[in-house]
Nanobody, 120 residues
Framework: QVQLVESGGGLVQAGGSLRLSCAAS????????MGWFRQTPGQQPAQREM??????????NYANSVTGRFTISRNNAKDTVYLQMNSLKPDDTAVYYC???????????WGQGTQVTVSS
């Protein structure tokens, strides 16, 4: 099992910045990817959009909509990931969920979600 705790969401004006954090605990040795999805009102969980992820060897991937504005990173222990969000837009408003993919169980584990609201 992997537990994920997110922090850093909030309300910001368009053009502003926020930094999200996600701390993993439990069986983290087998995690082969961590990252962020987001879900807007009315979307089902299966419709969440992948925002960014970082693989075990450090490769990063971004949604086209955030490329150049968001940066994902992690700490040396590889148990915390960060999402630096700059030049935020109202369209970025969503609940952001951290996830961790386990190579051992084949499951994705999810955090509780953190609300990001960008006002125009």
């Amino acid at each position: 099992q992997v537990q994920l705790v997110e922090s850093g969401g909030g309300l910001v004006q368009a053009g502003g910045s926020l930094r999200l954090s996600c701390a993993a605990s439990g069986s983290i040795a087998n995690i082969n990817a961590m990252g962020w999805f987001r879900q807007t009102p009315g979307q089902q969980p299966a419709q969440r959009e992948m925002v960014a992820n970082i693989l075990s060897r450090g490769t990063t991937n971004y949604a086209n909509s955030v490329t150049g504005r968001f940066t994902i990173s992690r700490n040396n222990a590889k148990d915390t990931v960060y999402l630096q969000m700059n030049s935020l837009k109202p369209d970025d408003t969503a609940v952001y969920y951290c996830y961790a993919a386990s190579a051992y169980t084949g499951r994705n584990y999810w955090g509780q979600g953190t609300q990001v609201t960008v006002s125009s």
